[in-house]
């Protein structure tokens, strides 16, 4: 669950974006990203099959969510890297975001990502962690844009779980 959370927070912070500045867009094709740090132990590895529409319709579906939960969320370039920053409420704490990602978006990027939670969220009063991308090549047989694969658990569409979620 915690892989999933991380994931959520993967796809909130990388392309919720202020209207400001337009982010890179992830290259088409199959995306390998290693995650540690926060409550997880060891290092988590995804495969996401993405092209330019999902990516898309993901940080369009992110940002219209984090609009109403967030008070803050915005999107910036630094020289050659990019800073997302946001302020959200999640259960009875806010928490205060800060990542930043550097790399290119046609091969390989890595995000650095910093929260404090006031008051503590479940007793935890801070968490960092680092997604290490990778693009491997195009999708493999099979799989379409949207699918996500982790060792250990089913495969799954980003597609599929917003449609599932939306359901009364």
Avoid at 4 to 19: E, G, I, K
Avoid at 34 to 46: A, N
Avoid at 73 to 102: H, I, L, P, Q
Wanted: aromatic letters at 4%; glycine letters at 8%; one cysteine or more.
């Amino acid at each position: 669950m915690q892989v999933l959370a991380l994931l959520a927070a993967l796809l909130a912070a990388s392309p919720a974006a202020a209207a400001s500045y337009d982010p890179p867009k992830r290259k088409s094709g199959l995306w390998e990203m290693k995650m540690s740090g926060g409550q997880m132990k060891g290092v988590h590895t995804i495969q996401q099959c993405v092209d330019e529409k999902t990516d898309d319709l993901m940080k369009k579906d992110m940002a219209e969510n984090q609009k109403m939960q967030c008070s803050k969320n915005g999107m910036r370039k630094e020289g050659d890297k990019v800073v997302a920053e946001s302020v959200c409420k999640m259960e009875n704490s806010t928490a205060t975001t800060r990542a930043v990602f550097t790399g290119r978006f046609d091969s390989a990027y890595k995000a650095d990502i910093k929260s404090t939670y006031e008051p503590p969220l479940k007793g935890m009063k801070e968490a960092s962690s680092v997604i290490e991308a990778k693009w491997l090549g195009p999708c493999k047989a099979g799989q379409k844009p949207g699918d996500i694969s982790m060792p250990g658990m089913p495969n799954m569409n980003i597609d599929e779980l917003k449609k599932g979620m939306k359901k009364p």
